[in-house]
């Protein structure tokens, strides 16, 4: 198809001067705008996206704080076990017949009168 002629001119007025001026001062501003919101999006974006990662990172920081927190608390516990067994061993090694009874089984200790043979801790083998 071809393409149609205008067949209207434009007048060369100082109003139609005028009022294109406008509408190109309000496509201008428009543009602007839309640049300034783009900007601020694209900052704001990048605040939440900072904010974010540091949020991340905060909360796997305070996964590995509470996974060592509970591991102390396990091992407290159990150095306050160990604690306790120590002290009744030492209330029981206070007592001289508890210590006469570990020297008999273990160092041989002998009253007079007895003898002590020793077995062999293996399996015949026959």
Known sequence: MEERKKKVTK???KSVHQYD???ERQNRK???LTRRLLLYALVVAVIVGSMSIYHFSQRATQADKM???E???QQLA???QEESNLNNEI???QDEDYVLEIARTNYFFSNEG???FKLPDEDPSY
Do not use: G, M, T, V
């Open 11 to 13: 007048l060369q007025s």
């Open 21 to 23: 001026a406008y509408i």
């Open 30 to 32: 428009k543009q602007r």
């Open 67 to 69: 996974d060592e927190y």
């Open 71 to 73: 591991q102390l608390e």
């Open 78 to 80: 159990d150095l306050k």
């Open 91 to 93: 209330e029981l090694l």
């Open 114 to 116: 007895e003898l002590i």
